[in-house]
């Protein structure tokens, strides 16, 4: 039989980069929130573009979220020998505004370059097993304002939250079983199998811990950014207990482009 435990942590980094670090141990899962408000930089300058942009096709983000979430791909289980990475950011985009529009904030922008910056740093902490806003991994991308910016986003506001959660809906602490069907774990040793999350409930149930952390609302309810962009990238455990490594960036562009 199998439990396992997560961590917690909140970091908040003021203007005044005075930092308070909180650690505790937690059932529910391991996550992290950092929140920048930084004044325009000459070096944050977006550069002036050479030609227009081609129009991008279209995507999961480009539907409203009542009609995202209706889709039966939606409602998919995810399958962790072929995710769909996409729909996986574009659940994570959905349900932070949904919530977002709850709270009677105005809906963020979809960010393909935080988008970048997001999946930069999921796929390194997904591939070398470490939860933190600091990326001891890639030099030129240490922190969440050089992921940025390398992606091309110059920013004068930057938020970033991050965290793990399971692929199936495990309930962190609980002992499970391994057992020969479905997803090969289950509370009881002759027990039906734990059900995999679809993406619509794998968001909703990130989003829910998020919520629950005072940090990680802030970031999420913050009325600075306008722009948003997420990503998530598996882990394998040899528990069978596969994590997805997430990341939500907020940002609003130096200037208007």
Known sequence: MLRLKNKSADIAISKDSYMTIQCVKTMAFRAAAVCWLLATLAACAPKPATQAPSAPPATPVDKPAETFFAK????????????????????????????RQKNGRPPLSHDARL??????????????DFLSHTNPHRPNGRSPADRAQLSGFNFRFLAENVATQFVIQYQSGRTVYRVPAGTGLSYRPDG??????????????????????????????????????????????QSGLDQFYCVQLFGTPAEKN
């Open 192 to 237: 039906p199998p734990l059900p995999r999350h679809t993406y619509r409930t794998f968001a909703a149930t990130v989003l829910e811990q998020w919520m629950n952390s005072p940090g990680h609302r802030q970031n999420i309810l913050s009325e600075e950014p306008e722009r948003f962009g997420a990503d998530c990238r598996l882990r394998k455990e």
């Open 72 to 99: 039966e791909s939606a409602g998919r289980p995810i399958d962790p020998q072929k995710v769909d990475h996409d729909l996986l950011a574009a659940a994570l985009f959905h349900e932070t505004n949904r919530l």
């Open 115 to 128: 988008d970048a910056a997001a999946r930069m740093h999921a796929g390194d902490m997904a591939r070398h």
